[in-house]
């Protein structure tokens, strides 16, 4: 999965962080490429969190909060509640979460997906 994300981001010269983490949140792997910004560190691990914990994408949580849903923004342990952030889900189970950040949101996701791709 690290080298699909790394792949990915490599192809279209993005400067991103992934983190992959288990399916409680905990933190496997984490991968700050050249360029990419210091806080991009936290944040990626934040997404892969979020996904994890909640069992869905993190564009689920910050589409919420855009249509009005502010209220969400006080729910325990989410914090990377933004675009970038997917479960890994292996016969309907999450099995643990990527989180990208660094490039605009879509594209932090499609290197997330790249990443659960790898996993065939």
Known sequence: MAAAAEAEARTH???ITFAICDDGGHLLWLQRL????????HIAPAKARTAALGRRETKVYEDMINQGRT???SAPSLEGMLEGG???MVEGQCVGAVGVSGVKSNEDAQV??????ALG
């Open 13 to 15: 010269q993005w400067p």
């Open 34 to 41: 050249d360029g990419a910004a210091p806080i991009s560190a």
């Open 71 to 73: 209220a969400f923004l």
């Open 86 to 88: 997917l479960p890994v």
């Open 112 to 117: 997330a997906r790249a990443a659960i791709a």
